[in-house]
């Protein structure tokens, strides 16, 4: 197995997203801040997306003007289209990273972009070349890779020949979602043996969520497969859970514990990342579903009375 | 892996128990009965301790009294003591198996049952013998295997050896308790990899509990490594969370979700099982902390719009 992985941190664009309220820019920030400074490498920080649509988001510009970020943190911003990628544009001294995404499943696809997969597809090869030409670095969002809520199975064959497309127009990676949590570890495992072979030279990220409690089971398959790149999210905000009510995104404070406990590297001061996961929770005013932010990180150190001798055998 | 696995359902002792009002003795029977409709074939019916200190279980001998469970379905009760074992064996055409208990650590044994590991164990062989006698299945499970809140890290050999004192006193099966949460996947993997060999024989079964997230993930791990004997909580009830308000127990119906998916036969009908653990959310008034009893079952069938075409490849 791997011993170290990459971490990318979406909470800020996919878990804000999905608040029902708007959060303040200033918590934004804030808090975006404190996740910066825990070591991770990967920060997904918002996205251009219409304000009619999802104004959540609606103060991307601001957020990006003010977040103060350490040059070793890539940022990286979620764009739909051009126009998207014309807005990242406009803080091009701040992002190196953008994120593009569609579906595997024709009806996903529809549900979330109301187009078709191959209208996707078109334009955000053009996202790709321009965004590439421009010096960023690339990666494209494959939702509804492992199961699609309206179609059910999905191909991994299609999922692989979608991902060779956004390879071919400029992703340098190129990301699996579990949109609505319906892989299961002996699926991931073999998914990503077959993607390393079919994607060669590409980086693959598992994007998991954690809608029936097996997320992490998925990762620990994927990181058996030799996957080493992952996405989540601060207190499994976000993850647009379906059913309502469902668990989306994994925490990012979770996988973080499993994988330090497992002796992996991911460059994240735990305790710092669980300071902003309570931050956030203060923030939101309410209890987040990550289990580590009740729990704490695993405590090894011996605290209280040594192991006593266990005595005379009695029954032998 | 293996193809099929057993599952002992201990909601009924482990969930009620750590209740804080007692549940009623109609809705327990209910609740049991359901249970053991769905297919399963080991169920932890309640345990007979002192009822001035565990009342949630006072109702031990009228539950065991109007249960009616199908004769496939092996019917334990967990028993701290040889005054235990006469409550259970006042039930024994009704009972099959007792389980017993102690830590592999001394202030969890002594936080919890007021005696060293060595008392305990002495007081256990007499029950296991004398159980044994009567010709009831017994398990013996070793809470804080993987680690312990109090005194951190503890060493497998210590584990083992409780293990085996266990076995060559009458138990046929012995249990492994993540008490607290703190296992991680490398680590079950070795562990009952060193178990097997340890005590050839020996049914050997994983207690995970899903304190940080990772329970299904150490259930993948210990599948890995050839274990096949699980125990889990409906409704993700119980397992005396620490801290207060973590998760205890993993939920029997995100495993048997995770299991089915994976192609690994229980018994069980997920259906079934998610039935009582809604009744049981019904019966407590409150949402549960299991998964799968918000998002269901994993849906395989196409129901929509069938894949259409990707279009032509516009960079390449």
Known sequence: MVDAVKIREVGPRDGFQNEPERIATDDKVRLIEMLAATGLRRLEVTSFVRADVIPQLADADEVLRRVRIPEEVSVSVLVPNERGLDGALGHRDKIDEINVFLSASESHNRHNVNRSVAESLAGLETVLGRATAEGLRCEGVISTSFGCPYEGDVDPARVFEIGARLAAAGAVEVGFGDTTGMANPVQVREFFGRAQEKLPGVELTAHFHNTR???????????????????????????????????????????????????????????????????????????????TIVAGAVDHRPRAVPFGPLGTKRNS
Chains 1, 2 share one sequence.
Request: glycine share 16%; net charge negative.
């Open 213 to 291: 409690g097996q997320g992490l089971a998925n990762v620990l398959a994927a990181l058996e497969a030799g996957c080493d790149s992952f996405e989540s999210s601060f207190g499994e905000l976000g993850g647009c859970p379906v059913p309502p009510g469902a668990t989306g995104n994994i925490a990012t404070e979770d996988l973080v514990s499993m994988l330090h406990e497992m002796g992996i590297e991911t460059g994240i001061d735990l305790d710092a990342l669980l300071a902003a996961a309570r931050e956030a929770q203060s923030v939101l005013g309410r209890s987040l579903g990550s289990h």
